[in-house]
């Protein structure tokens, strides 16, 4: 049951038909058993990077499809429907290029991007460490920039998608210790000498993308791998994170779509009391709730991305995006688990796997309730101290 | 070398496959594809331009829809499609569509081509004989089924695998080829691709602009007719053998009533 979009050029349209084949014919004979074992789909990238699905939403003389995020997010929610690992991937591949792209000098753009862009290779983004999750400002690891500028990085980053995978590192690291005003985005080529990984975490779900500790032992980066300003770290790593919510609440959305679908037509065909269990209204209700809230989050990420493309402030519709889609991923995967029944609570049936893999989608990019913060705030800021003005 | 490849729109084989109130394939109620056996060819045509120099051009005899056959050739990265599109040829049979295929192919390569590829079979009809008859049409060697291709010194070079053995076939260029779907991994598209087939020119011929009389097509001059169809039959639960000791001795003789033992 293919969703039906509005996409704004025939080659959108003929993009998201791309997506589908290569989602029907690479992806969904591919996700049980990789997931089960555990297995990273590095070979799925490199078709996907192929065929330029890696770097949809960049600038097309640096090889990317320049393509608006409308049309990107929806690329990225139908590869979730099929596979949500790899889904997340591909956000968190555009989140590593987003700081280059958008903080680069010319010089850096012009030398990193082809390759972020050229579909071979996979990028890490490393923010969170142990203690510095949600509390970004704390972190510790650090970079010790010398007079020339190049830097020496020691510590440890954790949560690490891609770690001991990717080509590169795109890595916030502390240079001052300034709080908040003293973090720095640095771009650490995998061959760096001094980087290693940690064993892979062992996780309640989403198996095929690999979750690590990447430790840094006095690891060398030259000065042009600084990307923006001294101190600008904290503020490029907000907006690539506002930029990143919007992949996971389209990656969200793709889960709940194929949850959905997989809740429908099993109840169209389970027969209890005689009927087909869609046929009692009690649970052919559930359905319809589910399907909505699908929608729904559909379009408050499609909101967001269209004021993001016309070049407006989107950091509050970002946040309200990523909370509406992944809640309703959560919702909707474990109504799947209900209809389902027994047979959802087995690992014949997908269902379980989308619940495992909705959960981590209120966690990461900002937990929910750091996207309730950010709502907050902004709605506080927008509405005067007057009575009832909305000014 | 210019190549061309001759491609066939097919109905989605994993869709609802049936017959139209003529008995010819039902091509409107259902999503039609670029026959995914051609894809290997389509494949093979760009490696061996991609090594050298040269055009690929796609070739499709078919429906209105049989454009977007064209389309994914061309966003695989082909350089110009022909489509033969006229009402008349509307429930050709083999022989009918390899006598438009060859004035097609004549055409398109402006006299006789380098090499012409084609799938092993369509997905739909799969009777495997257009690539034979074409090249008689053409009055070119044919060289089908191959698993492996190599062309030099004016020749063209493969591997026929079959149960028994694999034989090495050769013949002199131009020739008529066609290939399995164990001689590559056909490409995806890409999203560049697909942005640069939109200027790649595609022409539309009438079997007028073929020379070709519509009296020699079609249902009606077609050898072979579909009299009548029948539904393949549902399939059956199977039987379920209970082990009750001698689950063993159940199964041999279930096996021998199916003469399978």
Request: hydrophobic fraction near 40%; glycine fraction near 10%; charged fraction near 25%.
């Amino acid at each position: 049951m293919p969703v039906e979009r509005v996409l704004p050029t025939t080659d959108a349209a003929d993009l998201i038909e791309l997506t589908r084949e290569i989602a029907r014919r690479e992806l969904a004979p591919r996700v049980e058993q990789a997931e089960a074992s555990a297995t990273p789909p590095r070979e799925v990238f490199g078709t996907l990077g192929r065929a330029g699905l890696l770097s949809l939403p960049y600038p097309e003389e640096y090889g990317g499809g320049g393509q608006p995020y409308e049309v990107y997010l929806q690329v990225v929610e139908e590869l979730a429907a099929a596979w949500m690992s790899v889904a997340v991937g591909v956000s968190v591949h555009s989140l590593t290029v987003f700081p280059v792209d958008k903080f680069g000098s010319d010089s850096q753009r012009k030398v990193l991007l082809p390759d972020m862009l050229g579909g071979e290779f996979l990028g890490a983004y490393c923010l969170s460490e142990r203690e510095a999750g949600s509390d970004i400002a704390s972190m510790r690891t650090r970079a010790t920039v010398a007079d020339d500028g190049s830097a020496t990085i020691s510590g440890t980053k954790s949560w690490i998608s891609h770690a001991g995978k990717a080509d590169y590192y795109t890595s916030f690291l502390r240079t001052d210790d300034t709080g908040g005003k003293g973090i720095s985005c640095f771009v650490v080529p995998a061959d760096a000498p001094g980087l290693s990984f940690g064993s892979p975490e062992r996780k309640m779900g989403l198996d095929g993308d690999p979750v690590a500790e990447v430790h840094y032992e006095k690891v060398p980066v030259s000065a042009d791998r600084m990307i923006g300003e001294r101190g600008q770290g904290m503020s490029i790593a907000l907006a690539a994170l506002d930029a990143g919510r919007l992949g996971i609440a389209a990656a969200a959305t793709g889960l709940a779509q194929s949850a959905v679908e997989l809740a429908a037509s099993y109840a169209k065909e389970r027969v209890q009391f005689g009927r087909a269990i869609a046929d009692n209204q009690g649970l052919a209700f559930l359905l319809a709730d589910m399907d909505a809230q699908t929608a729904a989050a559909r379009a408050t990420y499609l909101h967001a991305a269209r004021l993001k493309d016309a070049g407006r402030p989107f950091s509050k519709e970002a946040a309200i995006a990523k909370l509406i889609a992944t809640d309703a991923a959560m919702k909707v995967t474990t109504d799947a688990v209900q209809v389902l029944g027994g047979a959802g609570y087995t690992k014949d049936f997908p269902a379980e796997r989308f619940m495992r893999e909705a959960k981590v989608t209120q966690i990461f990019e900002g937990t929910n309730q750091i996207q309730r913060l950010v709502i907050s705030r902004h709605l506080l800021r927008q509405v005067g101290n007057g009575k009832g003005s909305n000014a | 070398m210019n190549i061309v490849v001759c491609v066939k729109y097919v109905p989605d084989a994993q869709a609802d496959r049936t017959f139209s109130q003529d008995n010819t394939t039902d091509r409107t109620n259902v999503d039609g594809l670029l026959s995914e056996l051609d894809e290997y060819a389509v494949e093979e045509a760009l490696k061996l331009a991609e090594a050298g120099e040269g055009e690929v051009t796609v070739v499709t005899v078919g429906p209105d829809g049989a454009a977007e056959a064209i389309k994914k050739a061309l966003q695989m990265g082909a350089d110009k499609g022909v489509h033969v599109l006229d009402d008349a040829i509307h429930g050709s049979d083999a022989p009918a569509t390899s006598l438009v295929l060859a004035e097609a192919v004549k055409k398109a390569a402006g006299g006789s081509p380098e090499l012409v590829l084609m799938g092993l079979a369509s997905t739909d009809g799969t009777m495997s004989v257009v690539p034979a008859m074409l090249a008689e049409r053409l009055g070119l060697p044919q060289i089908t089924q191959l698993s492996s291709l190599e062309i030099a010194d004016g020749k063209v070079t493969g591997r026929r695998d079959s149960d028994a053995a694999s034989d090495t076939l050769e013949a002199p260029l131009p020739a008529v080829v066609s290939v399995t779907d164990q001689i590559n991994e056909p490409r995806y598209p890409s999203f560049k691709g697909i942005m640069a087939a939109k200027k790649k020119p595609v022409e539309t011929w009438s079997l007028a602009d073929l020379g070709v009389d519509a009296g020699q097509v079609g249902l009606e001059s077609a050898w072979t007719k579909v009299e009548s169809f029948t539904a393949r039959p549902p399939r059956e639960q199977g039987e379920i053998v209970t082990d009750e000791g001698d689950g063993g001795t159940k199964l041999a003789e279930f096996l021998a009533k199916a003469k399978l033992i």
